[in-house]
């Protein structure tokens, strides 16, 4: 029986609930911040590696996936556990590989899901509190010499009031398509330091770090990328 106040059980009912208008906005350009650097930035870090594999872990619609398919010569898995995104992502891209899978059951069963990646990425996917095994899972999947490359927002941007982990609500009233009937997402807020101490954590070491900014040079998100320390 789902615990109904788990934040991480709501965190998943508001992907269900909100899967059309998420698409309908990704899709539309509705979220300022991608258009203005962060999709660049994301897709820039990871083409630069030239990739053979890329694992998208929480791909939502399916965009990324989508974007990679252009990079000649790199195979893309996306990974997601609302399953009407991922009938979204399948229905723009019938020939892409998409697993309707949640975190819990990839953690459970990392072997589900192609190994020897160069890149595995969370372009905004990794919002739970407890993130250390989904990390490491991912690690695990790494070919020698990949990385995983998390994208999220910067935490000096999106503090609000208190500069503390904790749990937060996103109530998606700053995109573009705020008419639309949001459920609200609860997502967990690290510092900088917990964000640097996660990835220690599950084994991995930061290679860089980079802000991707406006035009006023006020950073966008936060772009970590990291290898396996053994
Ligand atoms: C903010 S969206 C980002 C989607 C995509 N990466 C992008 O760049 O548009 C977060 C994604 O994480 C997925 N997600 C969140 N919690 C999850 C969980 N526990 N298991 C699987 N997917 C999850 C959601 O379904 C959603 O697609």
Not at 23 to 36: F, L, W, Y
Not at 105 to 120: H, K, L, M
Not at 169 to 179: I, L, R
């Amino acid at each position: 029986m789902p615990d109904r106040t788990d934040p991480v059980e709501q965190l998943i009912r508001s992907w269900n609930a909100n899967a059309v208008a998420w698409t309908r906005t990704v899709r539309s350009g509705g979220i300022a911040s991608r258009k203005a650097a962060t999709d660049a930035a994301i897709v820039s870090a990871i083409v630069g590696r030239r990739p053979r594999r890329v694992l998208d872990i929480g791909c939502g619609e399916g965009w990324l996936v989508r974007r990679l398919t252009q990079e000649p010569g790199c195979a893309t898995v996306g990974l997601d556990g609302c399953a009407s995104l991922i009938a979204a992502a399948r229905a723009s891209d019938p020939g892409g590989d998409y697993r309707d899978l949640t975190y819990a059951e990839f953690i459970a069963n990392p072997d589900a899901v192609v190994a020897g990646v160069d890149v595995a990425v969370f372009n905004y996917a990794l919002l739970e509190s407890r993130a250390v095994d989904l990390l490491s899972s991912a690690a695990s999947r790494l070919a020698p010499g990949g990385v995983v490359i998390v994208q999220t927002l910067h935490p000096w941007a999106s503090a609000g009031s208190s500069y503390r982990d904790g749990w937060r609500t996103e109530d998606f009233s700053a995109f573009a398509s705020s008419d639309e009937a949001w459920a609200p997402m609860p997502w967990y807020f690290r510092t900088l330091e917990s964000w640097l101490a996660l990835i220690r954590d599950a084994g991995l070491a930061l290679e860089t770090l980079r802000e991707p900014a406006g035009d006023n040079g006020a950073p966008l998100s936060l772009l970590m990328v990291a290898a396996r320390t053994a």
